[in-house]
């Protein structure tokens, strides 16, 4: 049964709340994150990232996403690698929690990757993940025309979801390319109101995530850093996020980045400290949300460890 929204609302937010808002039928439990920064939130993504800078290495980010238009997405990721045995293996912990419209979700993974030598410079990995998202549905903060709507006056009960990925990262001191599949496990929940779910292996939902980058210098304290991520899924087209930083004496990072028929952003970085820096960015939308949204903010803190005192700490470029 369709339901009619308040009048007041624009078709197109309609059409949008009808794609955030959780109605009838089954739902698909998890969404795939969008990041502006992904080139300084790689753990998330790639399980084989883990362990790839050679010492224990944390990022926080915070992303508000079409500020100004209730129900847009919010999210906050937090996560810490590092590497063991003699840097074969790398270990990781990532956390997200998300919001869009009226569902909640949370989600842990943790990571494991072996690393393998490639020269005397490169080294390649491969990676798995496994976790579970907590997954919630607030239907009650629904508003319809019809008064006491039966469908929207419950809450879908907390459940929780497995899943798992995997990756393979390659990387030097200034090339890096990886391809993962973070999640690989379908998720439904049950749209009535039930704890009922479904979870199941299905290749043609997979998401799959290429990225790469270089950095090579342009003088003695100006270097350019192009990367890109492209996102793949069945039956849908191809995203490709292009970014290109300059960085200026190994403080300032300067960045443009385009995302397909999508956005437009501007990126700045602060290596505040060789272990801390603080990243921003900002989204322009180029499609019709431009109308009814202020655009998009993320920011984001990294800080890498140091335990060896005696060793010189150079900022890492991945």
Same mark, same amino acid.
């Given at each position: ?97 998300? &919001?869009?419209? $009226?569902?909640?979700?949370? /989600?842990? @993974? *943790?990571? %494991? ?42 809450? &879908?009960?907390? $459940?929780?979801?497995?899943? /798992?990925? @995997? *990756?393979? %990262? ?149």
């Amino acid at each position: 049964m369709k339901k009619i929204f308040n009048a007041r609302i624009d078709l197109l937010l309609c059409k949008i709340a009808c794609l955030i808002l959780i109605g009838v039928g089954e739902t698909q439990a998890q969404f795939e994150p969008q990041f502006t920064q992904y080139m300084f939130n790689e753990m998330f993504i790639n399980p084989a990232y883990a362990g790839s800078r050679e010492q224990v290495a944390a990022t926080m980010l915070y992303r508000n996403q079409w500020v100004g238009l209730e129900g847009a997405p919010k999210t906050q990721t937090a996560s810490i690698n590092g590497p063991l045995m003699n840097k074969k293996l790398g270990l990781g912990l990532s956390m997200m929690n998300e &919001t869009i419209g $009226v569902t909640k979700e949370f /989600a842990v @993974y *943790g990571s %494991y990757a072996y690393r393998i030598q490639v020269g005397t410079k490169g080294a390649f990995a491969m990676g798995v993940q496994g976790g579970f998202i907590n997954h919630q549905e607030d239907l009650s903060e629904v508003i319809t025309n019809e008064e006491n709507d039966n469908e929207f006056l419950f809450n &879908t009960p907390k $459940v929780v979801l497995p899943n /798992a990925g @995997y *990756g393979m %990262y390659y990387n030097t001191d200034k090339f890096y390319a990886g391809i993962a599949i973070p999640r690989m496990f379908l998720n439904k929940v049950a749209g009535d109101g039930s704890a009922a779910v479904t979870n199941k292996l299905d290749l043609k939902n997979w998401h799959y995530y290429f990225m790469s980058g270089y950095v090579f210098p342009v003088s003695e304290s100006v270097k350019l850093k192009p990367s890109v991520m492209v996102k793949a899924v069945s039956g849908a087209p191809l995203i490709a996020d292009i970014t290109l930083h300059a960085l200026l004496k190994d403080v300032f990072w300067l960045g443009v980045s385009y995302r397909t028929e999508d956005s437009f952003a501007g990126l700045a970085t602060f290596q505040i400290t060789p272990q801390l820096r603080i990243g921003y960015s900002y989204d322009y939308t180029l499609t019709e949300l431009n109308n009814y949204n202020n655009g998009t903010h993320e920011i984001h803190l990294g800080y890498d460890f140091s335990f060896n005192k005696k060793k010189v700490v150079t900022p890492r470029y991945f």
